[in-house]
């Protein structure tokens, strides 16, 4: 049961490139999220699927993109980096299709990937 | 919409010694909170929560916090902490219920515990 894995750990891109960052869950999580943490910020919602089919915009979206492939995966995409993008981007996951009310709310963290746009 | 103060980037503390978190939040709706802890280099793990019945709740690693309705605050505590409870500790809140914003969590902008020997 290895939780939320994230890739790559480490990235780091020019101007313009584009890039994926992957994440997983094992835990048969309905809901995923990905955030960005910025110093002395805390962290920033910037996508989030509340179940397989369906993605919102979080606090902080412009310049990303989102795919939810099916209940495991939840993909973030940045079609063009930006400086401003340098950031450690976490993946989150919450909610099991047989607990209750009281495990809904926890959401378990990825290592994170850490992004330098040059 | 919700928002999350700690009101201490930064608490140095001596090994042993007790120390106390600072959080209030301010929402127009009935909330859920948290407090996460990073250690360097990791993502967030789950401290406690508080999420319904009595005000004070223990978590993991000797912490617990007091929810305090009318003052809005969640301040974290430890009565005596450790070299390893070096990290940065985050204070989050989700609304209650179903609806749009379910399960969406607003944090704080983190609080750096260093404990000296």
């Known amino acids: 049961n290895a939780g939320v894995t994230q890739t790559p750990k480490f990235q780091v891109l020019k101007t313009g490139q584009s890039m994926t960052l992957q994440c997983a869950q094992d835990?048969?999580?309905?809901?995923m999220y990905w955030y960005r943490q910025d110093p002395g910020m805390g962290l920033r919602l910037i996508y989030y699927s509340a179940s397989e089919g369906t993605t919102d915009k979080g606090e902080v979206p412009n310049g990303y993109n989102v795919s939810r492939l099916n209940k495991r995966e939840f993909s973030l995409r940045l079609e063009s980096a930006a400086p401003s993008q340098t950031s450690v981007y976490f993946c989150?996951?919450?909610?099991?299709?047989?607990?209750?009310?009281?495990?809904?709310?926890?959401?378990?963290f990825g290592p994170g990937t850490r992004l330098l746009v040059l | 919409a919700q928002s999350v103060t700690q009101l201490d980037s930064q608490v140095p503390v001596f090994e042993e010694a007790p120390v106390e978190l600072r959080c209030n939040y301010s929402?127009?709706?009935?909330?859920?909170l948290f407090w996460y802890v990073q250690y360097p280099n990791q993502g967030l793990q789950l401290l406690l929560k508080?999420?319904?019945?009595?005000?004070l709740v223990k978590g993991i690693n000797g912490f617990e916090a007091e929810f305090n309705k009318s003052q809005t605050s969640f301040h974290l505590r430890k009565p005596s902490v450790h070299i390893s409870d070096t990290a940065e500790y985050f204070c989050a809140v989700s609304r209650r219920g179903r609806g749009t914003s379910y399960g969406k969590l607003t944090f704080g902008q983190g609080t750096i515990l260093t404990v000296h020997p």
């Open positions: 989150a996951s919450s909610g099991g299709r047989t607990s209750g009310a009281t495990s809904q709310e926890t959401q378990y």
């Open positions: 929402s127009s709706v009935s909330v859920y």
């Open positions: 508080y999420l319904s019945g009595s005000t």
């Open positions: 835990m048969n999580h309905n809901s």
